[in-house]
């Protein structure tokens, strides 16, 4: 049997609190999955989208939840993790805000002992209702 790499269980475990804060709308747990300086970044119409952690904390906040609209977490899976350094992953993955389907790809950074993630860039499909 292959022993878990640690790193990779703490990385799966703040990857997770990020998940269960966007499913709940909770942004308490959004704030200590991500680094206070992260942003998140998209392209919109052929141009950069960046959204700062706490302007993006008050967009989730003025939003319904995904668990008060009663959706379900099937979309939720984690593609990839890919550590790229002793203090440094990737993760790629799968939520979803329905009816959008989000591919997140989050880099973490290991600081004082703990993961958390510093940048998010995104892009997301509209499912068929």
Same mark, same amino acid.
């Given at each position: 049997?292959?022993a $878990?790499?640690?790193?990779?269980?703490?990385?799966?475990?703040? $990857?997770?609190?990020?998940?269960?804060?966007?499913?709940?709308?909770?942004?308490?747990?959004?704030?200590?999955?991500?680094?206070?300086?992260?942003?998140?970044?998209?392209?919109?119409?052929?141009?950069l989208v960046?959204?700062?952690? /706490?302007?993006?904390c008050?967009? $989730?906040?003025g939003?319904?939840?995904?668990?008060?609209?009663?959706?379900?977490? /099937?979309h939720?899976r984690?593609?990839?993790?890919?550590?790229?350094?002793?203090?440094?992953?990737? $993760?790629?993955?799968n939520?979803?805000?329905l009816?959008?389907?989000?591919?997140?790809?989050?880099?973490?950074?290991?600081?004082d002992?703990?993961?958390?993630?510093?940048?998010?860039?995104?892009t997301? /499909?509209?499912?068929?209702?």
């Open positions: 049997m292959t $878990v790499n640690p790193q990779i269980t703490d990385i799966l475990e703040i $990857v997770q609190v990020y998940l269960d804060g966007l499913y709940a709308g909770d942004t308490a747990k959004l704030r200590q999955a991500f680094h206070p300086a992260s942003s998140l970044f998209a392209s919109a119409d052929g141009k960046q959204v700062p952690r /706490e302007d993006w008050k967009m $989730v906040e939003r319904p939840a995904p668990q008060a609209k009663g959706q379900g977490r /099937e939720d984690i593609l990839s993790v890919d550590m790229t350094g002793p203090d440094t992953a990737m $993760v790629k993955l939520c979803a805000i009816p959008r389907l989000f591919t997140d790809y989050l880099s973490l950074i290991r600081l002992g703990r993961w958390q993630i510093i940048s998010k860039t995104y997301f /499909e509209t499912l068929p209702a």
